[in-house]
């Protein structure tokens, strides 16, 4: 009886243990990784008096391969193999895949020739923390000549890395109702992020993300200076691999206000956007 009751005991620490947090990346090298992101979004905007309504969608794929481990920190290599897009709006319909080579050869194909299939190292600790000045130089991405992507890539941000996507580390020792939150600072974007954990089951953790991005940036398009003034606010569900700390799978919804100057007006501007990203390690 006393052994049984010790071998009882010993499976509920080892459960406990297992299903907690470690605050840590564990990955090895030679994994390889495919993550896929869809988005769909609405935008609206009032100028001179009058609203015009444009639908973007979008669809990429991009390859992660860990190329290196040492010292706790990890060299991933990662590499747009497709993308996909449509627009519609202001009397236009576009769409784009990279797949087609009669795309590929038009218009919209200079945009990405120097994108598609051109791998790029991100470098990062096991804390998912990037390092600062070792990421392969990207000197051959041109400026969108689409107003419409100009405005996009503004309320995202600008991410490309593709760590963003691949991991989600959640401190050590967390456990289900907690929170935490970071904040970040870069090229006109301020961010601030708020993390819940839900639940911890079967080695998966449940985590909402509420962000609120403040943006101030100036871009190009068609040889315009567009000044935004934005608020993004976004709301996650996220399951994460507690054992690597790995993103699953993100569902979101994006909500944005503001203006942009353009042409010396200023143009109010919403929109709403949902994606979902997953990762799936093969």
Not at 40 to 50: E, T
Not at 124 to 144: L, R
Not at 195 to 220: C, G, P, R, V, W
Not at 232 to 246: F, G, P, Q, R, T
């Amino acid at each position: 009886m006393k052994k049984i009751f010790v071998i009882f005991l010993s499976i509920i620490y080892f459960t406990m243990y297992a299903q907690s947090t470690t605050g840590k990346i564990v990955v090895k090298k030679g994994q390889h990784f495919i993550v896929e992101s869809s988005t769909d979004g609405v935008a609206n905007l009032d100028m001179m008096g009058q609203s015009m309504e444009m639908k973007i969608g979008s669809t990429t794929k991009v390859t992660a391969d860990i190329k290196d481990t040492k010292d706790n920190i990890y060299t991933i290599t990662q590499t747009l193999t497709r993308i996909k897009s449509s627009f519609s709006g202001m009397g236009q319909e576009k769409s784009f895949d990279s797949d087609k080579k009669e795309d590929m050869s038009g218009e919209a194909g200079t945009l990405y020739k120097d994108k598609i299939n051109i791998p790029k190292d991100v470098v990062i600790t096991n804390e998912g923390k990037a390092i600062a000045g070792t990421a392969t130089p990207d000197t051959s991405i041109k400026k969108d000549e689409n107003p419409m992507g100009a405005i996009m890539d503004m309320m995202g941000g600008g991410q490309d890395n593709v760590a963003t996507a691949l991991f989600l580390v959640i401190p050590g020792g967390k456990k289900a109702g907690d929170t935490w939150q970071d904040s970040t600072t870069s090229e006109g974007a301020k961010m601030k992020r708020t993390f819940t954990l839900h639940s911890i089951a079967n080695k998966e953790a449940a985590i909402t993300l509420y962000t609120i991005m403040d943006i101030n940036k100036t871009m190009q398009a068609q040889g315009m200076d567009m000044n935004a003034v934005m608020t993004s606010k976004i709301n996650a569900e996220i399951l994460v691999d507690i054992i690597s700390n790995l993103q699953k799978e993100n569902k979101s919804t994006m909500d944005v206000t503001g203006t942009i100057d353009i042409m010396g007006q200023s143009v109010p501007i919403t929109s709403k956007a949902t994606s979902i990203t997953t990762v799936k390690n093969l």
